[in-house]
């Protein structure tokens, strides 16, 4: 297939001239390979990115790994491998200002930390976790600190889907039954297979040397440099949040499950993870974050959704984009993906902005992903 990125590379251009980003990179594959790279601003063709919440799928990847070996079941309760998770409450209100905690109605599973249905939160999503910490000073987790993923529940697990913390305890689930620190462990079944030699935990200093600054978005549209960070030193390898890696590296992960898997995973184990794994439970129809500066307003999408085993899923065709069952998901510093099985294509979009779902950024996005299909209806003659 031939695939003239140039209306991307164009979009991309612009966006940096017109100053709505510093930084911007975007891949393009589809089961074969890459189809398209381009870099623009300050994001040199290698540029390191922090993946953010991007971790998520590639530690769920790696759960999936232990589940398809046998050593781990979806169903087991998180407590009968980690028993300190076993130890949590859930935040059921305050007394004045003291947190009302009480023992959860049921008892959270593998599956659950992977739909986001476990009862856990993020402070900057919940006003109820917010305000615990500000009254307790418990750490949140982007202070590195491994003692933040004990803070309560939000929700009794298998309840409702909430953003949070469920990646990071699933993380300690594949270090606790691989034996190996979840970067290890990563490196040698995930990204070593897939070529993703340039992606890690803890970069070197020369991949710091390339990692793009994060930008703060301000009132006026302008970009300048952000106060916000994740942490340079952690005290775990952050399931949720604390992979680096470059757009290039990003587009094998897609491209291996564009191929069901491949290199990384039974074509089983792919197609059953991208199943809609949330039941009854049902997606909230927008997300209002607590901290503007970290997050804006995300939007109900105009789409049926769900959520598979570590991705977002969109349940049905999107015209002139992205096909039913496609999956995706993002990270806080407006980075994208998203796979599409149906139609043979997957896209990387990656910047360093705050807060997350910045519209410049959102623009450039939706005009990358048309950009990508018309390109690929234009190779798929009609029939």
């Known amino acids: 297939m031939t695939f003239n990125g140039s209306a991307i590379k164009a979009l991309l251009d612009d966006a940096v001239s017109k ?41 769920t990847t790696a759960a999936l790994q232990l589940v398809e070996k046998g050593l781990l079941s979806l169903d087991a309760a998180v407590e009968s491998i980690l028993p300190e998770f076993g130890q949590l409450q859930v935040l059921d209100g305050f007394d004045g200002d003291k947190p009302r905690l009480r023992a959860p109605a ?44 004990s803070v309560p529940l939000v929700n009794d697990p298998g309840t409702a889907w909430e953003y949070g913390a469920n990646t990071d305890w699933l993380g300690l689930i ?97 197609q059953m993870a991208l199943q809609n794994h949330l039941g009854q439970i049902k997606l909230p129809e927008s997300v209002k974050p607590t901290m503007p500066e970290l997050s804006n307003d995300v939007p109900a999408s105009p789409v049926p959704q769900s959520w598979g085993l570590g991705f977002h899923l969109t349940l049905a065709d999107v015209p002139g984009m992205r096909s039913n069952g496609t999956a995706d998901w993002s990270g806080i510093f407006n980075t994208y993906y998203w796979i599409d099985r149906s139609k043979d294509i997957g896209g990387v979009l990656m910047t360093q902005i705050l807060p997350f779902f910045d519209m410049p950024v959102v623009e450039t996005l939706i005009g990358f992903e048309a950009a990508v299909y018309q390109q690929v209806g234009a190779a798929v003659p009609s029939a």
Do not use: C
């Open 106 to 149: 049921s008892r959270a599973t593998v599956r659950q930390l992977m739909t986001h249905t476990a009862g856990l939160g993020y402070l900057f999503l919940s006003e109820k976790l917010k305000r615990y910490h500000e009254l307790t000073g418990e750490p949140h987790p982007f202070t590195g600190l491994k003692r933040s993923l």
């Open 19 to 59: 100053g709505a980003v510093h930084g911007i990179a975007a891949v393009v594959v589809n089961r074969s390979g890459q189809l398209f790279h381009h870099a623009a601003g300050e994001a040199g063709q290698h540029a390191v990115f922090r993946n953010a919440s991007m971790t998520k799928a590639v530690a």
């Open 174 to 270: 594949v270090e606790k039954v691989s034996g190996q620190s979840l970067g290890s462990y990563i490196k040698q079944h995930v990204y070593g297979p897939l070529g993703m030699n340039d992606s890690t935990f803890v970069p070197s200093a020369e991949q710091r040397g390339r990692l793009l600054p994060v930008m703060q978005r301000q009132a006026d549209g302008t970009l300048a440099p952000s106060t916000f960070d994740v942490p340079s030193v952690s005290e775990w390898d952050a399931a949720g949040h604390g992979s680096y890696g470059t757009v290039q590296d990003y587009g094998r992960f897609v491209q291996a499950w564009l191929n069901d898997g491949a290199g990384i995973l039974k074509p089983a184990t792919a």
